[in-house]
C-alpha cells in the first residue's frame, strides 16, 4: 500500500494568517491516465470528513478560495491563505491513484 | 441533496457479529460503487471495503478480509457491511461514502458524500 505522510501533525494557527499543511506519497500519484489523484479531506470534531480538493488542485463546491491545493508526483500541499476559526479541525491528505486509497495520518488545525 | 444514512451500530461481544445498513437518497444509487471507511476513536481513517455498481465487484481490507462482507440492495438503495469475528481493534466509527472517480481512478474510491457514520464497540 501506498505510504502517506503529513507534515506538521499539529498546526497553531493565527486567526487570519496563513497555514500550510504538506503530504508526500511513497510513490508517484501520476496515474497513467495523466490524473495525479490527490484528495484533501477536513473533518471538524465531531462531524464527518468533508473532501475540499480533488485532482490536487480542484476545490469541491462550495468550499471557499480561501483553500488551495497544489504539488506533483510526490509532494502536496495545502493552504489556507486566511484561516477562519471554522477551519479548525483535522485535515487528510489521500491518494486515489494506487489501490487500496490510503490516507494521511492527519494535520490536527488548532487556533494559537 | 445527496444523503448516506448509517444504522446498526452498536455494542457486541468480542467473536460477535454485527450488520451495518447505508440507505442512500438524493442520487441514482445503482450507478454508483459505494465504499466503507473506518476511524478509531482518536485515529486515522481507514478504507475497509468497496463495491461495485451491479455488486459483482468487491475489495478488502487485509485487515477484515474473510470476516466482513459488503453487498447492496440496488431495489432499495441499501449498502451493507456484515461483519463477523469481531475484534476489539474493530472497535471504530463507520462511514459509508459514495464512491467517486473524481478521487480517483479504481472503483469505489471515497468521494466526497459521507454518511454521519455509525459506532461499532466490542468488548473484550
Known amino acids: 500500500d501506498v505510504v502517506m505522510t503529513q507534515s506538521p501533525l499539529s498546526l497553531p494557527v493565527t486567526l487570519g494568517q496563513a497555514a500550510s499543511i504538506s503530504c508526500r506519497s511513497g510513490?508517484?500519484?501520476?496515474?497513467?491516465?495523466?490524473?495525479?489523484?490527490l484528495n484533501w479531506f477536513h473533518q471538524r470534531p465531531g462531524q464527518s470528513p468533508r473532501r475540499l480538493i480533488y485532482?490536487?488542485?480542484n476545490r469541491d463546491s462550495g468550499v471557499p478560495d480561501r483553500f488551495s491545493g497544489s504539488g506533483s508526483g510526490t509532494d502536496f500541499t495545502l493552504t489556507i491563505s486566511r484561516v477562519e476559526a471554522d477551519d479548525v479541525g483535522v485535515y487528510y491528505c489521500?491518494?486515489?491513484?494506487?489501490?487500496?486509497?490510503?490516507f494521511g495520518p492527519g494535520t490536527k488545525v488548532h487556533i494559537k | 441533496e445527496v444523503q448516506l444514512l448509517e444504522s446498526g451500530g452498536g455494542l457486541v461481544q468480542r467473536g460477535g457479529s454485527l450488520t451495518l445498513s447505508c440507505a442512500a437518497s438524493?442520487?441514482?444509487?445503482?450507478?454508483?460503487?459505494m465504499t466503507w471507511v473506518r476511524q478509531a476513536p482518536g485515529e486515522g481513517l481507514e478504507w475497509v471495503s468497496s463495491?461495485?455498481?451491479?455488486?459483482?465487484?468487491?475489495n478488502y481490507a487485509d485487515a477484515v478480509k474473510g470476516r466482513f462482507i459488503i453487498s447492496r440492495d440496488n431495489s432499495r438503495n441499501t449498502l451493507y457491511l456484515q461483519m463477523h469475528s469481531l475484534r476489539v481493534e474493530d472497535i471504530a466509527t463507520y462511514y459509508c461514502?459514495?464512491?467517486?472517480?473524481?478521487?480517483?481512478?479504481?472503483?469505489?474510491?471515497?468521494?466526497?458524500?459521507w454518511g454521519q457514520g455509525a459506532l461499532v464497540t466490542v468488548s473484550s
Open positions: 461514502v459514495k464512491g467517486d472517480f473524481w478521487s480517483g481512478f479504481h472503483f469505489g474510491t471515497p468521494g466526497g458524500d
Open positions: 438524493g442520487f441514482t444509487f445503482s450507478r454508483h460503487a
Open positions: 463495491l461495485s455498481e451491479n455488486g459483482n465487484n468487491m
Open positions: 510513490q508517484s500519484l501520476v496515474h497513467s491516465d495523466g490524473n495525479t489523484y
Open positions: 485532482k490536487v488542485s
Open positions: 489521500m491518494q486515489g491513484t494506487h489501490w487500496p486509497s490510503t
